[in-house]
């Protein structure tokens, strides 16, 4: 990934299509909203219409004519996962956004990894020569006893780098947001940054050519904020046999995998 991107001047990709998970807010919605202004179609994965509506009726007031539309996916529920991935009759990249922090840690894991796995196993006949953007998080990189939050970012991460080992058919890369924050007033947001900058990183994942499988693309000033750009990939999140385990382990749960 050596050339220049330009988070401001996106490349087109009229006649793509792209799902985006958990995009009626937050990244996700700034996700949706900066690849509709490629030109391309964008399905916003999510479980509640009226705001898939609400986001849709937004981003056609920030790019008139955007091609937007909603796709029904509750990734808690792998029977609307299920429903929802043979919804689709065509896709160039899914990405895997859509998240929760709660302290049901069985439900997060279900939400955050589980549904995801299911979903790209799915959508999997759709995804030849495509790309699956995961975005995990900072927290998921080194992951201490007890941070449930934390366990299921790290099994997205391991799912998607051990995705592009075991995948040749599609591109499986990295993303995370960094600190992406809401409101510009907290304190922290001198570190921080708002959501809509937390998109980039999924955005230049989703679209740069330069960016290859297996690779991770973050926030340049100190992984927490600013341009995205490729970051190394060690220690626990290049652990081989971890995130071996955690595939064998995710097929057994949902009963899908992702070949
Ligand atoms: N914000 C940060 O600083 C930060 C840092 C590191 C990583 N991340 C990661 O970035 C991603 C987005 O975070 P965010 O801050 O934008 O979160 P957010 O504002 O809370 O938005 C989360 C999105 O996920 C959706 N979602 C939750 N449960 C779902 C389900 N069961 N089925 C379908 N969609 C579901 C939500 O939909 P509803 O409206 O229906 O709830 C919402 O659209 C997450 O994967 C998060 O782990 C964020």
Redesign the pocket.
């Known amino acids: 990934m050596t050339t220049r991107w330009n988070v401001h001047r996106l490349p087109r990709a009229e006649g793509k299509t792209f799902l985006v ?8 919605y700034h996700v949706a909203e900066q690849l509709a202004g490629t030109g391309a179609t964008i399905v916003l ?4 219409a009226e ?1 898939a509506d609400a986001a849709m009726a937004s981003i056609r007031s920030v790019v008139p004519g955007a091609r937007v539309r909603h796709l029904q ?4 529920d792998l029977d609307s996962v299920k429903a929802a991935a043979h919804e689709l009759d065509s896709l160039d990249a899914v990405v895997c ?4 922090m709660i302290d049901d840690a069985e439900l997060m894991y279900a ?2 990894h589980l549904g995801h796995f299911a979903l790209v196993g799915w959508l999997m006949p759709l995804l030849a020569g495509g790309r699956v953007v995961t ?1 995990g ?2 927290r998921g990189k080194k992951v201490k006893a007890g941070d449930d939050y934390a366990r299921s ?1 790290q099994a997205q991460m391991l799912f998607g780098f051990e995705l592009d080992r075991r995948q040749g058919a599609v591109t499986s890369i990295v993303n ?2 960094g ?2 924050l809401d409101s510009i007033t907290f304190p922290a947001s001198l570190l921080l940054q708002g ?1 809509d900058a ?1 998109a980039w990183p999924a955005v230049r994942a989703v679209l740069d050519p330069d960016v290859r499988g297996g690779e991770m693309v973050g926030p340049r000033v100190f992984g927490l904020r600013g341009e995205p750009q490729l970051e190394p990939v060690r220690s626990q999140l290049a652990d081989e046999a971890l995130a071996a385990r955690v595939w064998e382990e995710s097929v057994e749960l949902t009963g899908v995998e992702p070949v």
């Open positions: 998970t958990g995009a009626n807010a937050g990244i996700g994965g999510s479980r509640n705001k996916l509750d990734l808690a956004n859509g998240g929760v939400t955050n975005t998080s900072l970012k995370h947001p600190g992406a959501k937390g």
